[in-house]
């Protein structure tokens, strides 16, 4: 008597599916969880600005991780993930450097 065993293959999770969350979904949530639905105060004002900080951060790192996973697995769209990643940084930093500035200007205007 022999026994064979199947072996199925586990179905993962599209890396690119987990790019778009980790680029998209995740960040916005981060941005609406950290908004102010009422009169803002100072808090609330660095509350913001932390989230926008924090959200550009991980769409930044979920792209680098994306790119390089896309590079790994050696696809020949690779270097069409790399300009994503590229993008994404450039809005990164400017996204900072606005909430930085932003953050500045309202907390001298209370």
């Known amino acids: 008597m022999t026994t064979q065993t199947s072996t199925q293959k586990r179905r993962a999770v599209s890396?690119?599916?987990i790019g778009f969350v980790g680029m998209i979904i995740v960040p916005f949530c981060i941005v609406l969880a950290t908004n102010s639905w009422g009169a803002p105060d100072a808090a609330d004002f660095v509350r913001m600005a932390f989230g926008t900080v924090i959200a550009s951060t991980l769409a930044t790192v979920a792209?680098?991780?994306l790119a390089f996973n896309r590079m790994k697995a050696g696809r020949s769209d690779r270097y069409w993930f790399w300009g994503?990643?590229?993008i994404f940084t450039f809005s990164a930093v400017g996204s900072i450097t606005g909430a930085a500035e932003t953050?500045?200007?309202r907390l001298t205007n209370l």
Do not use: E, N, Y
């Open 63 to 65: 792209a680098w991780w």
């Open 103 to 105: 953050l500045l200007t």
């Open 15 to 17: 890396p690119v599916l």
């Open 84 to 86: 994503v990643a590229g």
